[in-house]
């Protein structure tokens, strides 16, 4: 996988193990630094102080789907990682 670069749509987690119950966000990658990976919205504003320990860029459809089920995905006790991973169905 290439690298994630200034600019890209991820998925970022809080810890590596991406507990649902844990802060995880979706947004832009913004840069690493001490070993955490910060992350902007739309506007550039940073969506956790201390940045985050993980992240994987995703496409537009998954994250509808996860910002669309985000209560769901807290409920689940699954990972984020294995929402972000799952096949996605569409109706034509």
């Given at each position: 996988?290439?690298?994630?670069?200034?600019?890209?749509?991820?998925?970022?987690?809080?810890?590596?193990?991406?507990?649902?119950?844990?802060?995880?966000?979706?947004?832009?990658?913004?840069?690493l630094?001490?070993?955490?990976?910060?992350?902007?919205?739309?506007?550039?504003?940073?969506?956790?102080?201390?940045?985050f320990?993980?992240?994987?860029?995703?496409?537009?459809?998954?994250?509808?789907?996860?910002?669309?089920?985000?209560?769901?995905?807290?409920?689940?006790?699954?990972?984020?990682?294995?929402?972000?991973?799952?096949?996605?169905?569409?109706?034509?």
């Amino acid at each position: 996988m290439a690298k994630i670069k200034n600019g890209d749509y991820v998925l970022a987690s809080k810890y590596r193990d991406g507990d649902p119950k844990d802060q995880w966000a979706i947004g832009f990658y913004d840069r690493l630094e001490s070993g955490r990976h910060y992350i902007t919205d739309a506007n550039g504003a940073q969506l956790r102080r201390n940045g985050f320990r993980r992240v994987m860029r995703i496409t537009q459809q998954q994250a509808d789907f996860m910002l669309a089920n985000s209560g769901r995905i807290d409920e689940s006790g699954r990972s984020v990682w294995h929402w972000a991973q799952r096949r996605i169905e569409t109706n034509g």
